[in-house]
């Protein structure tokens, strides 16, 4: 059974960086496309970033282009996402997502990601 487990979110002041985990365990990442997703309280759950099972396609919310970077490492199973400049808006549980996805290259953060992790609390805050 694919399971994921998100880390490294915490309290930071804003303009700060954070950098998120998502360890996969249960099956081979290369087989996923992986996204990230937040929420805020009272808010919709939104879609951040993906990235493509061989790691050349991303996608990136406009809230966080130019801001967030997504990475994946295969031979440790483990996806990424590196968050600078953060701002109170940035504040959320954050998850990540997997998707069976059969290209290689392309990822979509509108894809019905079936398997989900607990969630990470970040908070931008002074």
């Known amino acids: 059974q694919l399971q994921l487990v998100e880390s490294g979110g915490a309290l930071v002041q804003p303009g700060g960086s954070l950098r998120l985990s998502c360890a996969v365990s249960?099956?081979?990442?290369?087989?996923?496309?992986i996204g990230w997703f937040r929420q805020a309280p009272g808010k919709e759950r939104e879609g951040v970033s993906c990235i493509s099972r061989n790691g050349r396609g991303t996608n990136y919310a406009e809230s966080v282009k130019g801001r967030f970077t997504i990475s994946r490492d295969d031979a440790t199973n483990t996806a990424y996402l590196q968050m600078n400049r953060l701002n109170a808006e940035d504040t959320a549980v954050y998850f990540c997502a997997a998707f069976p996805a059969r290209i290689e290259s392309g990822c979509a953060i509108r894809w019905t990601y079936e398997n989900w992790g607990q969630g990470t609390q970040v908070t931008v805050s002074s």
């Open positions: 249960g099956f081979p990442l290369a087989d996923y496309a």
